[in-house]
Protein backbone atom coordinates (compact mmCIF):
# COMPACT_ATOMS: atom_id res chain seq x y z
CA UNK A 1 0.00 0.00 0.00
CA UNK A 2 0.70 3.51 -0.63
CA UNK A 3 -0.03 6.31 1.35
CA UNK A 4 0.08 10.17 0.56
CA UNK A 5 0.41 12.83 3.43
CA UNK A 6 -0.03 16.45 2.15
CA UNK A 7 0.20 19.57 4.04
CA UNK A 8 0.66 23.82 3.06
CA UNK A 9 -2.68 24.30 2.55
CA UNK A 10 -4.07 27.80 3.85
CA UNK A 11 -5.89 30.93 3.43
CA UNK A 12 -3.72 33.88 1.58
CA UNK A 13 -4.99 37.01 0.03
CA UNK A 14 -4.44 37.34 -3.81
CA UNK A 15 -0.92 37.78 -4.99
CA UNK A 16 0.89 35.79 -1.97
CA UNK A 17 2.65 32.55 -1.78
CA UNK A 18 1.93 29.26 -0.29
CA UNK A 19 3.72 26.11 -0.66
CA UNK A 20 2.43 22.62 -0.30
CA UNK A 21 4.40 18.92 0.45
CA UNK A 22 3.19 15.64 -0.39
CA UNK A 23 4.94 13.01 1.50
CA UNK A 24 4.73 9.57 -0.35
CA UNK A 25 5.55 5.78 2.03
CA UNK A 26 5.03 2.52 1.00
CA UNK A 27 5.71 0.44 -1.81
CA UNK A 28 6.32 3.01 -4.39
CA UNK A 29 7.97 1.74 -7.72
CA UNK A 30 10.81 4.04 -8.22
CA UNK A 31 9.99 5.01 -11.66
CA UNK A 32 6.53 7.46 -10.91
CA UNK A 33 4.77 10.17 -11.48
CA UNK A 34 4.09 12.77 -8.90
CA UNK A 35 1.13 15.34 -9.03
CA UNK A 36 -0.86 17.69 -7.88
CA UNK A 37 -4.26 18.10 -9.01
CA UNK A 38 -7.44 20.74 -8.02
CA UNK A 39 -11.45 20.50 -7.50
CA UNK A 40 -12.90 23.52 -7.55
CA UNK A 41 -16.44 23.26 -5.68
CA UNK A 42 -18.93 22.02 -8.41
CA UNK A 43 -16.16 21.35 -11.00
CA UNK A 44 -13.97 18.56 -11.96
CA UNK A 45 -10.52 17.30 -10.77
CA UNK A 46 -8.06 18.69 -12.98
CA UNK A 47 -4.16 18.83 -13.30
CA UNK A 48 -2.12 21.87 -11.77
CA UNK A 49 1.14 20.07 -12.72
CA UNK A 50 3.32 16.84 -12.91
CA UNK A 51 6.79 15.91 -12.62
CA UNK A 52 8.45 12.40 -13.31
CA UNK A 53 11.35 10.33 -10.98
CA UNK A 54 13.60 11.57 -13.90
CA UNK A 55 12.15 15.85 -13.62
CA UNK A 56 10.09 16.04 -16.38
CA UNK A 57 7.59 18.74 -15.78
CA UNK A 58 4.11 19.32 -16.70
CA UNK A 59 1.46 22.20 -16.07
CA UNK A 60 -1.76 23.24 -16.92
CA UNK A 61 -1.43 26.72 -18.92
CA UNK A 62 -3.95 28.42 -16.07
CA UNK A 63 -0.27 27.91 -13.58
CA UNK A 64 2.07 28.29 -16.35
CA UNK A 65 4.83 31.03 -14.68
CA UNK A 66 3.04 31.32 -11.40
CA UNK A 67 3.44 27.60 -10.14
CA UNK A 68 6.60 25.17 -9.73
CA UNK A 69 6.72 21.74 -9.09
CA UNK A 70 9.80 19.85 -7.98
CA UNK A 71 10.60 16.54 -6.18
CA UNK A 72 12.79 15.21 -3.16
CA UNK A 73 13.18 11.63 -4.95
CA UNK A 74 15.23 10.08 -1.87
CA UNK A 75 12.28 11.22 0.60
CA UNK A 76 9.32 10.38 -1.93
CA UNK A 77 7.73 13.94 -1.30
CA UNK A 78 6.21 16.42 -4.19
CA UNK A 79 6.77 20.30 -3.81
CA UNK A 80 3.91 23.00 -5.55
CA UNK A 81 5.26 26.29 -4.89
CA UNK A 82 2.20 28.59 -5.78
CA UNK A 83 2.80 32.24 -6.43
CA UNK A 84 1.09 35.44 -7.30
CA UNK A 85 -2.11 33.72 -6.39
CA UNK A 86 -5.63 33.85 -7.85
CA UNK A 87 -8.95 33.58 -6.22
CA UNK A 88 -9.84 31.08 -9.32
CA UNK A 89 -7.09 29.29 -7.94
CA UNK A 90 -8.97 28.08 -4.67
CA UNK A 91 -9.82 24.40 -4.42
CA UNK A 92 -9.06 21.41 -2.63
CA UNK A 93 -5.40 20.15 -3.97
CA UNK A 94 -4.85 16.17 -4.11
CA UNK A 95 -1.70 14.99 -4.21
CA UNK A 96 -1.25 12.01 -6.82
CA UNK A 97 1.63 9.51 -7.56
CA UNK A 98 1.06 6.76 -9.96
CA UNK A 99 3.34 3.86 -11.27
CA UNK A 100 3.62 0.76 -13.55
CA UNK A 101 5.05 -2.40 -11.95
CA UNK A 102 4.99 -5.39 -14.10
CA UNK A 103 2.67 -4.82 -16.38
CA UNK A 104 0.00 -3.49 -13.48
CA UNK A 105 -0.46 0.31 -13.05
CA UNK A 106 -0.86 1.73 -9.56
CA UNK A 107 -2.88 5.14 -9.18
CA UNK A 108 -2.68 6.72 -5.40
CA UNK A 109 -4.29 9.69 -4.18
CA UNK A 110 -3.61 11.78 -0.89
CA UNK A 111 -7.07 13.23 1.07
CA UNK A 112 -6.91 16.84 -0.44
CA UNK A 113 -5.89 19.68 1.20
CA UNK A 114 -7.41 22.64 0.92
CA UNK A 115 -6.20 26.32 -0.25
CA UNK A 116 -8.19 29.70 -0.20
CA UNK A 117 -7.53 32.60 -1.90
CA UNK A 118 -8.97 35.94 -0.87
CA UNK A 119 -9.66 38.96 -2.98
Known amino acids: QVQLVESGGGLVQAGGSLRLSCAASGSIFSINTMGWYRQAPGKQRDLVATITSAGITNYADSVKGRFTISRDNAKNTVYLQMNSLKPEDTAVYSC?????????????WGQGTQVTVSS
Open 96 to 108: NVRFLKIMVSYNY
